[in-house]
Nanobody, 126 residues
């Protein structure tokens, strides 16, 4: 059974850091594009970052470039999102996602992805 399990969310002050984890269960995440999305209350879901399976290249939304870093650990079958210099605008539920097809490129379109985690809440507030 394929599952994505997120963890690492929480409450942090502006300027602080968090590291989100996305553990893949039932498949080898190295073979798939894995993306992070977020959704704030009353807003549409937006793509945050993605890591491709072939060469490990990464993509970031303009709003998080220079502050967030996506990476993967093959040994633990986990994709991480390191978030630094957090701002109140980063407050949202964060989801990781993967497509059913292996070796595809990243996409910022949420409809490209078939498997989704349950989400983890990130709140940036003083």
């Amino acid at each position: 059974q394929v599952q994505l399990v997120e963890s690492g969310g929480g409450l942090v002050q502006p300027g602080g850091s968090l590291r989100l984890s996305c553990a893949a269960v039932g498949f080898t995440s190295d073979y798939y594009a894995v993306a992070w999305f977020r959704q704030a209350p009353g807003q549409e879901r937006e793509g945050v970052s993605c890591i491709s399976p072939s060469d490990g290249s990464t993509q970031y939304a303009d709003s998080v470039k220079g502050r967030f870093t996506i990476s993967r650990d093959s040994a633990t079958n986990t994709v991480y999102l390191q978030m630094n210099s957090l701002k109140p605008d980063d407050t949202a539920v964060y989801y990781c996602a993967a497509p059913v097809t292996a070796w595809g490129d990243c996409s910022s379109d949420e409809y490209f992805y078939d498997y989704w985690g349950q989400g983890t809440q990130v709140t940036v507030s003083s």
